[in-house]
Structures are given as structure tokens and as C-alpha cells.
């Protein structure tokens, strides 16, 4: 990627075929699409790349039981095709970036022959519309097996469990090797700048976008003949910037999680909690080297703060432990995210949980704006290929094929699974740190070792216990646009999911060295410590948990 004030200056002087705004997993693919099919696109956002809801789902890649359940019992149909769709994008998923994901299989536990035929029948199903794209069977673990491979179960009542094939990856980089492979084919790109209006030519079409540049507070105008709105949660605001009085599509569901030590509960496996107090489904998933527990489902509107709160955090802890011997508790915790489901409203009343996980493309004929609104992470794929299919007939181009599908991702090239061995032979870094880059980069991860070749210091971790080394921290500034130390600790790195007593440790570290590559004052580097310990300890203090505060750590 160009560096932000290279792609600002070009960006504005250059006159685009598309521009989309939004940079989460549905602007990325969509801009990733129409730049590999010849469209010259520009990618405009408002915060960081992946800031909103694209870092904050449950990491899976998956066609959904519980909706499968619900085409079933429900008569839907179109649940089931989204379904199937889901199921073949996950095998897409999948192959174009496997440094990023992996199959995963899940266990649902049973606690009558009832629940086994039940789990065992829709499974199967599960694994028929999965058709060629199947990962693996799912099959029954008897009690025994169930207890080895889980020995935290409650055992009086079960019966057995139900394992079942997924797919899982790293949402926030998933999001960021999409643009990494946009901006290598051509594309532009720019975060930190917010669409806030639009001008329309004498027909009323949209052909410039008026955008404010977070970092600067300056304006730039944006020229593009079509404008794709990729903006998820926000889609409403953008509909409305372009269409004043515009009927609202979207409600929102905000959805947590929390995340603990992996050992806690003492298995590798993932478990599916199938019934929760409120109807739907949890997940404890072993994910990047912590359990991974959620999620909430709770309408909200636009002005809810996307944070965990203690109520949410104990929601979760105890629909869980009703599952385990050994009942986990809140101090367990070390870190949590939530995030808002964009969900394209049906008209009928029914609760955000039941609303289908479909999406649509919306012309606006009046302005010209084409809205993505609803879908997963999991289809972004084909969201962005049927969105991209109604740019080119906007701008009536000859069709050109949509090549995604097998259009792998930067970082692919060369890698495989023990691609981290060759990191441990060739740079002398730590398996930990290796498996981690491997994990994160792909082959890409040479490049950001690369950057230690001369200066042996940016080998160096982060902090102590986790694989991340310095050098992460230059190439997300020169490479990947980072421009804050939440940029680096949460999307770029991981590190604040991991822990965020750790990511508050990492701060100063971080800071002294975005200070050096970005130019920063003193003050301004002492100013971006201290905020984001601040911003950490809130989020230890909401959930109720004792936050190391801002004693030792903040600086000055
Ligand atoms: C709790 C939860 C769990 C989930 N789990 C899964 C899962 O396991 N698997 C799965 O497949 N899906 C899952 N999802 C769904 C999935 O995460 C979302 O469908 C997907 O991330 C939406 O991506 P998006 O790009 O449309 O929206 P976002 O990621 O929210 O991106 C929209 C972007 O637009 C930007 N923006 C807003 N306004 C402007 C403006 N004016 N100018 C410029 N930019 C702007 C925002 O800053 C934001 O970055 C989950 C969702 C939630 C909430």
C-alpha cells in the first residue's frame, strides 16, 4: 500500500470509474472485484480499514447452522439458499487464503438420544448442501470420546456430541490482504477519510464525493461515475447523504464477545452451545491462542458505543457454564469486543435474531448510488460480485467475468503450513514469533522481517509472551497505512484481542516508534500512549474488571 499523504495527493487529483466507501470486508471485495475486472476504484474510509464490524464478528466462516435450523423448521427457502451460498463461499474462503483460515470442527454436546438424532439428521443435511464444498463429515462422538476430547463437560446427563466441520480466520487481516491485493493490482485506497456529501450533476447522478480527511481536518473532493455505499451498519447514513428522506433499510444487532485464557477449559476443541436463554446459539472456539466466547444479540441503534459491558460479559459466562465442570468467572477475562450486525430490515416484526442473514444490492435509479446492505463475512465475496455486476451494467461496459472466486490473496503465493519453519531457518526468530507471521502475513511476513535486516532491535517481541515483534509495527505504519497505536494493537498485530493488559503494556513501545515514522512531537506521542491506556482501562472498568489503571504505565 502507498503511504496515506502519497495516496491522499493522488487520489485527489485523479477521476475514478467507481468509487466505494467503506473499507470493511464488503468495500474491500467489492473494490478488489471491480479493480481486477479493469474498473480504475478508489476505496474510501472513514476510520481505520476494518474498524467497525469486519474485526468484530466470531471469526467464522461458516453457512450457519442455526439458520439451517430455522430454513428447516420454518418452511424458508430463502434461508436455504443463503445457506448454500454461505457454504460455498466458505470453501472460497478458505482456499484463497489459508495462512488466514482453517477448517475447524465443532462439537455440539447432546443430553438425550432426542438431541442426537436431532443434531445427527440436520448435520447431515448440513453436509449435503455443502455438496462438493464439504470440509469434512460430521459424525457422533460417543460419550466417552466426547469427555477425552473435552474433559470439561459436565458429564452427568451427556450422551455424546455431534462434531461438525467450519471454517474460522483472522477477520481484522482477512479484511487487510483484501486491500493489500486490491492496492497491488492498481487500486487506491484511503482510511481516516469520511464521506459527508455528494454533488450531483444536472440529472441529479452522483459525481463527486465531498470528503472530510480525519487525520488533517482538511476536505478533498472525490470524482467517480458510480459510488458504491459498502458502508455496512451506516449504509442508512450514506442512502440519506445521497437521497435526502430516504426510507431506512437497516436495523442493527449488537453482538459481544469475551475472550479467555485457552487453558481455562482445558480442550483444543469448539464447542457449540445449541440453546440459550434468549433462543439462539454461543460459541467457545479456540481462537489465536484464547477462547473466544460469544455472542449477544441485541437491537441497538446507531448511537449505542460498541463495548462490552458486565451485564453482556456474565450473560455469556453463564450461558456457558451451565456446560462445564469447572464454571469460569468473570476475572478469567482478558479481553472482548462487540460489533453491529447490519441487518436489512424485512418489513415483518420479527427479533434481529430471526432476520435472514441475506443481503442485497440497492440502486438508488434517482442518484445512482448502489448500497451493499446486510450479509456475513462469509459471502462478501458474492456480495461484491453482484455488486460490481450492476456497476458495469450502470456504466453499460462490455460484462467482464468476475475472477475472484480463484484470485488469491497477497501473501499466498509460496505459502504453506510449515512456512514458518523456513522464517525460524532464515531470520533467527522465535517459533512463536514465526508462527505468528506466518499466520498473519503469509509469505508476506518476509517482508516485514526484511525491515530488521539492518536495525536486529525490530526482531525483538512487542511485549513478553506474545509473538509479535517490532518490526510489525514499521511495516503497518509504511505499509498498511496504521496511523494510530489501535491501528497497530488491535488489526494489524492482534495483540489487544490477545490481552489488553498486554496491549496496554505495549503502548509506550508502539508509541516511540510510530512517533520516529510518523513525525510526532513529544507531546503527540505522549498524548496517543495515554489515550489508548485510557481507552483500555474504560474497557477493563465497563466490564467490571480491575485495570492495571493509569499508574505505572502511562507516560509523563
Ligand atoms: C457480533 C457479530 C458476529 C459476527 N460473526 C460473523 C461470523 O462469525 N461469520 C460471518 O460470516 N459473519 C459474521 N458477522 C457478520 C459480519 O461481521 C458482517 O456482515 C461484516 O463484517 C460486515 O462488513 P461491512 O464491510 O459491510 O461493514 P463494516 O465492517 O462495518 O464496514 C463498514 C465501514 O464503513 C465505514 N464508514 C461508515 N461511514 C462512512 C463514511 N461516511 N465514509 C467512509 N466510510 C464510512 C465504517 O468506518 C466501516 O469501517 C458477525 C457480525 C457481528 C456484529
Known amino acids: 500500500m502507498k503511504s496515506r499523504s502519497v495516496a491522499l495527493n493522488g487520489i485527489e487529483k485523479d477521476s475514478f470509474d467507481l468509487c466505494v466507501i467503506g473499507g470493511g470486508a464488503t468495500g474491500a471485495g467489492c473494490a478488489l472485484d471491480a479493480q481486477l475486472r479493469g474498473l480504475r476504484t478508489v476505496l474510501i474510509e472513514a476510520g481505520d480499514f476494518a474498524c467497525a464490524t469486519s ?39 478458505l482456499d484463497n487464503a489459508p495462512f488466514l483460515a482453517n477448517p475447524l470442527e465443532l462439537m455440539v454436546p447432546c443430553f438425550s438420544r432426542r438431541e442426537i438424532y436431532y443434531f445427527r439428521i440436520g448435520m447431515k443435511l448440513y453436509d449435503w448442501i455443502s455438496g462438493p464444498n464439504m470440509l469434512f463429515q460430521s459424525r457422533h462422538l460417543s460419550r466417552e470420546e466426547s469427555l477425552r476430547r473435552m474433559p470439561m463437560l ?56 465531498r470528503v472530510h480527511d480525519g487525520l488533517s481536518g482538511d476536505y478533498l473532493q472525490i470524482r467517480a461515475r458510480v459510488f458504491i455505499n459498502a458502508t455496512g451498519p451506516f449504509a442508512d ?25 485457552v487453558d481455562a477449559v482445558t480442550s483444543n476443541d469448539a464447542l457449540l452451545v445449541p440453546k440459550t436463554d434468549d433462543g439462539r446459539v454461543i460459541f467457545a472456539i479456540p481462537w489465536l491462542g484464547r477462547l473466544l466466547v460469544g455472542t449477544t444479540d441485541e437491537e441497538i441503534t446507531l448511537q449505542d458505543e460498541m463495548v462490552v459491558k458486565e451485564e453482556e460479559a456474565e450473560y455469556l459466562l453463564k450461558q456457558l457454564n451451565r456446560y462445564l465442570v469447572r464454571p469460569l468467572n468473570k476475572n478469567q477475562i482478558v479481553s472482548g469486543f462487540a460489533g453491529m450486525r447490519p441487518l436489512v430490515a424485512s418489513g415483518n416484526p420479527r427479533g434481529t435474531k430471526e432476520l435472514i442473514r441475506d ?37 453499460a461496459m462490455p460484462a467482464v467475468p468476475c475472477i475472484t472466486s480463484n484470485h488469491r490473496l497477497a501473501g499466498f503465493d509460496g505459502w504453506r503450513p510449515n512456512f514458518w519453519a523456513e522464517l525460524v531457518r532464515e531470520y533467527g526468530v522465535s517459533k512463536e514469533t514465526a508462527w505468528h507471521l506466518s499466520h498473519k502475513f503469509g509469505t508476506t511476513a518476509i517482508e516485514v522481517l526484511d525491515l530488521a535486516k539492518d536495525t536486529p532491535l525490530l526482531k525483538e517481541p512487542i511485549v513478553e509472551g506474545f509473538g509479535s515483534v ?86 509523563g
Open 237 to 261: 447514513g450514506i442512502r440519506e447523504l445521497a437521497k435526502p428522506g430516504v426510507r431506512r433499510r437497516l436495523r442493527l444487532s449488537k453482538g459481544s464477545h469475551i475472550l479467555l485464557p
Open 359 to 395: 443481503h442485497e444490492v440497492e440502486v438508488d435509479s434517482s442518484s445512482g448510488l448502489i448500497s451493499v446492505l446486510g450479509g456475513k463475512w462469509t459471502t462478501y465475496r458474492a456480495m461484491a460480485q453482484d455488486a460490481i455486476d450492476t456497476v458495469m451494467q450502470r456504466l
Open 55 to 93: 474485526s468484530s464478528s466470531t471469526k467464522l466462516i461458516h453457512g450457519g447452522v442455526r439458520y439451517l435450523e430455522q430454513a428447516v423448521s420454518e418452511r424458508d427457502l430463502g434461508q436455504y439458499h443463503v445457506v448454500k451460498r454461505a457454504l460455498r463461499e466458505r470453501k472460497i474462503m
Open 154 to 209: 459436565k458429564s452427568d446427563r451427556l450422551v455424546g456430541t455431534i462434531a461438525y466441520a467450519d471454517g474460522q480466520f483472522d477477520d481484522a487481516r482477512y479484511n487487510l490482504a483484501l486491500l493489500q491485493t486490491f492496492t497491488k493490482s492498481g487500486g487506491e485506497a484511503l482510511n481516516h477519510a469520511r464521506v459527508v456529501g455528494f454533488k450531483k450533476n444536472g440529472k441529479g447522478q452522483l459525481v463527486q464525493a
Open 470 to 555: 517490532l518490526a510489525e509495527v514499521v511495516y503497518g505504519v509504511r505499509e498498511e497505512m496504521a496511523t494510530s497505536i489501535e491501528d497497530i494493537l488491535a488489526r494489524r498485530t492482534g495483540l489487544q484481542f490477545f490481552s489488553w493488559e498486554q496491549a496496554r503494556a505495549a503502548a509506550p513501545a508502539v508509541g516511540a516508534i510510530m512517533a520516529h515514522e510518523l513525525g510526532w512531537s513529544p507531546v503527540q506521542q505522549k498524548d496517543a500512549v495515554n489515550g489508548y491506556i485510557s481507552k483500555i482501562d474504560r474497557l477493563m472498568d465497563l466490564i467490571g474488571l480491575a485495570s492495571p489503571g493509569s499508574r505505572s504505565l502511562s507516560v
